[in-house]
């Protein structure tokens, strides 16, 4: 089969690997439809090859965590009811040896990495969908347990954002949404538990200060880091946790005075979905995969496709950028 493999440079290249046709215990094939490029595939690929950060494992050197596409092989110890079924498909949930990575013809992960889909939604609009999905529940989960009331985000009108607004709501959990521009704002729908604030407003700090006092935002979602933050910490209610998740800002620095975590009791960690209790933990797995079938067909949760590319335009595809959020989706 035709698959997306990364070299030892993290290059990648179009490759012909054996189809698997016998899954093992507890795995499944897919038939994939579809398979998006997220964020952090760029940012890996991109990296530096010092430090210990080395390729993820995957058969054949298959490359890919996020895609969509439907069961056609159960391994033993895989609910019956999974065979047939159309599921999203994040890699990264369960670690395998036999895992085949999603940039491929036909995948093989464990099935505590899918969720199904329910029957009269299109499976490419789910391509890229569970990676911020379980994100976004992982990181609330985590909040909530660490005693955090309500959060503040920072991650514009991404997918992992608008992920955050609907569990959020769901659990009522208060947050609020820094966004760069008032135009994005009615990205995310209302709801008395919920405020959007644009960076460019005249009155973005003092609204910010009173409005994370009175919601209790005490946990950070932080997808961008540098100036922002900056701009931020000294405003942040007291004992306040910034979780980093991404750096979209860049290579610009933070910076406060160390005056303000004495102040303000201020803490910084970052924040990886698959080091969380949620991930993890496969009783809490089990229990976010089920909750989440019961409300994946949101509006909020759908990929939002740019472009969509044959896996021999994959340059192409991962030289797509968007200012909207959109993804690249290959497409066997």
């Not at 993820?56 to 965590?65: E, I, K």
């Not at 538990?193 to 946990?219: C, D, H, P, S, Y």
Request: net charge neutral; glycine share 8%.
């Amino acid at each position: 089969m035709k698959a997306i493999c990364v070299t030892s440079t993290r290059g990648l290249e179009v490759r012909d690997v054996p189809l698997p046709t016998d899954p093992p215990v507890g795995h499944v094939l897919i038939d994939m439809d579809s398979a998006a490029i997220n964020h952090g595939d760029k940012a890996f690929l991109a990296g530096p090859l010092a430090g210990g950060n080395v390729v993820p494992t995957s058969r054949y050197d298959v490359w890919g965590a996020s895609g969509a596409g439907v069961v056609i092989a159960i391994g033993p110890g895989v609910p019956a009811g999974l065979l047939g079924r159309t599921v999203a498909v994040y890699k990264s949930l369960s670690r395998s040896p036999e895992t085949i990575g999603l940039w491929c013809e036909r995948a093989q992960v464990p099935y505590t990495c899918c969720v199904a889909l329910p029957a009269d939604v299109r499976p490419r609009d789910y391509s890229g969908s569970l990676v911020n999905i379980m994100t976004a529940y992982a990181f609330l989960s985590e909040v909530r347990s660490a005693g955090h009331r309500g959060v503040v985000v920072t991650a514009g009108r991404s997918a992992t954002a608008r992920a955050l607004a609907s569990i959020a709501r769901r659990w009522n959990v208060p947050a609020v949404f820094v966004v760069r521009a008032a135009s994005a704002e009615q990205q995310f729908p209302e709801c008395d538990t919920q405020q959007v604030l644009a960076l460019n407003g005249e009155n973005f700090e003092r609204e910010l200060a009173v409005i994370a006092a009175k919601m209790a935002t005490t946990a950070v979602f932080d997808g961008v880091g540098g100036e922002l933050i900056s701009r931020i910490a000294p405003i942040l209610p007291m004992d306040t946790t910034i979780y980093v998740y991404g750096f979209l800002g860049g290579p610009v620095s933070v910076s406060f005075p160390t005056s303000l975590i004495m102040a303000k009791n201020i803490t910084m960690r970052r924040f990886r979905v698959y080091e969380s209790k949620a991930v993890k933990d496969p009783h809490q797995l089990a229990a976010a995969l089920d909750e989440l079938a019961g409300v994946i067909d949101d509006s909020l949760f759908m990929t939002k496709i740019g472009r969509e590319f044959s896996f021999e335009n994959i340059e192409q595809a991962m030289a797509f950028e968007s200012d909207h959020g959109e993804k690249a989706v290959l497409v066997p």
